[in-house]
């Protein structure tokens, strides 16, 4: 298994940006698909972005697409969420979470049997 590690999240201005990372340690990073999800008290756990193993392929949630960017580096072990044009929606407890499956599948499932970080706090001000 990987063990995953969220950090950058922070207090950010309407407009702003932000990079989280999600760094693994563990088993090789290369075997996991990764996503990124969120969430607020009280609501479901979101869909923000997943990436598949290389790299290549990514999938963004509606509320995400064309602002926010997921991409990895494998030989540092790390994933990424490049966040632009933030809203105070965007508010939220960002996740990373690890799976041996097809990246495609964060898009409709997540659940115990995935590996998740810690989560790190995303705040946006308006």
């Known amino acids: 298994q990987v063990q995953l590690v969220e950090s950058g999240g922070g207090l950010v201005q309407a407009g702003g940006s932000l990079r989280l990372s999600c760094a693994a340690s563990?088993?090789?990073?290369?075997?996991?698909?990764m996503g990124w999800f969120r969430q607020t008290p009280g609501k479901e756990r979101e869909f923000v972005a997943a990436i598949s193993r290389s790299g290549g392929n990514t999938y963004y949630g509606d509320s995400v697409s064309g602002r926010f960017t997921i991409f990895r580096d494998n030989p540092k072990k790390t994933v990424y969420l490049q966040m632009s044009d933030l809203k105070p929606e965007d508010t939220a407890v960002y996740y990373c979470?690890?799976?041996?499956?097809?990246?495609?599948?964060?898009?409709?499932?997540?659940?115990?049997?995935?590996?998740w970080g810690q989560g790190t706090q995303v705040t946006v001000s308006s």
């Open positions: 563990g088993r090789t990073f290369s075997d996991y698909a």
């Open positions: 979470a690890a799976r041996e499956g097809k990246a495609y599948s964060f898009t409709y499932q997540y659940g115990a049997s995935d590996l």
